[in-house]
């Protein structure tokens, strides 16, 4: 993805140990004296340290540079600091951009860009340009691989910046293991069945490396309890995957000035190493944690879920995998097939040459139902414009919960709709009726506007018939999962 307009900033949180290393940072000035270089150390204090004391960090070395067994483990240079996060060394790491008074006045916008090789891989804009300490995070990078952090931007006179003060760095080892959370609201935990008990112990027993821990709510919590339980786990071990179970679980939510309404804004829990409270930055793809979310109309829709759920975990493998592709866009927008690891696997539906023509929209309909009710694929790719109650195509209607509930009986495993809003949390929302109406086991959406510019689409398609976990194929693209994270195709 590119990054022209802003220039992000980064937080950095302490940790005792680290796996970053790095190369010399790009611009760092040398340490020519004992003041002025952001460390404390050999009696020096607030006062005759640095200019702004927050910027500062405690050494408890004597030579002016990070040292082994020292607590000062960062990378930095004149504006970046980056710490790994503790728990998540191998695949996240805090940064912090400090700007002086002076600093501020020479720029009009800033970014934070983050770079493997020559490619740009995330970045983050400061929504901001002002005096103080900026603070986020890169999350699901790459373990052991070499990333460079810099910052970019325009000055005040509307030229660009290029790259500027890098910071090269070293994500950890990969760890062996992860950690799960599971959080059920009062209802369901006051009212627990077979069916879960019997499903969470196939997960677990599928899934040996990942510590999977049920929270059970009592209902007296709200959004901030949710997030404060997340960020507490996030913050002592390595949770990777959250997942929310009833209908009466907290969400948090925004009013969009564009929709002119309140929506649901799961990203709210995905960045628990930061408050929750709005940040100082425009956040891309920096999702820590994966988010899934069961939240049916009634338990009777749960328990029916997880019994599908079940037969299917235990069912003998499918051998003769069925795909299907239904690309409901005009033509200039339909997916690159040459970007599909194998097309000639795919069976596809298409034919949509303007939006306006209902004949097309009818035939595409028609093709669509059939298809699925005809036969069990183990993943859909549908590729449609769409809204929080309604997706295309459209002809006297458009594909909604009643077209869901009335038309669809397919029994297919997974659904990857990158598609505009229909993941809302609303009962009636697509992605939803695809679950509990429609018999999909899991689907991955979007649950705001999504602009499939890097393919992401075909990517996670491309991971979900490498058998990857529908999670794992999700995960770092901003998607929420509707159903089960944990499913792999059997």
Known sequence: MKFKLYLF????????????????????????SVCGDGIIENGENEQNCCEDFDSCSIDECVDGRNCENDNLDVKTNNSLKLSPIGFHEDTAVNVTLTLSATQMNKYSSLQIILLQGESDVDGNSLTEVKEGSHSTVFANLNPNTNYRACLTGFNTDF???????CVDFTTGTKQLTENAMIILDATTSNNLFDEFSDWLALVRNENPQITIE?????????????????QDAYQTSNLRTLLLIGKDIPLPSIYSEWEKEINTNLHLYRNPSTNMAKSSYDYTNNNEILISVMRPEDQNELINYFRRNIDYRNAPANINKKYLLADGMVDIER???????????IETIDGITSYDDFTEAY???DEFTSRLNGAKY???LLNVH?????????????IDNQFINNALDSNSVFLISITCNIGYQGFEAPAARYVYDGDFLSVITSETPYYDTDSDSVTIFNSVMAKSSIGNAARGKGMIIIGDPFLTLN
Do not use: M
């Not at 900033?9 to 020519?32: A, D, G, M, Q, R």
């Not at 030229?159 to 003060?165: A, H, K, L, P, Q």
């Not at 049920?214 to 997340?230: A, F, M, P, Q």
């Not at 929080?388 to 209607?397: R, V």
């Open 214 to 230: 049920v929270v059970n709510l009592d209902g007296t919590e709200d959004v901030t309890d949710i997030y404060s339980i997340v």
């Open 159 to 165: 030229t660009s910046t290029g790259y500027f003060d």
């Open 9 to 32: 900033l980064f937080i950095l949180l302490f940790t005792l140990s680290s796996c970053i290393t790095s190369t010399e940072p790009v611009n760092e000035k040398p340490i020519t």
């Open 378 to 380: 183990d993943a859909v």
């Open 386 to 398: 769409g809204a929080q109650e309604f997706h295309y195509p459209c002809s006297d209607g458009c």
């Open 335 to 345: 997916l690159d097939r040459s970007k599909f690891t194998d097309i000639s696997q």
């Open 363 to 365: 035939t595409w309909k």
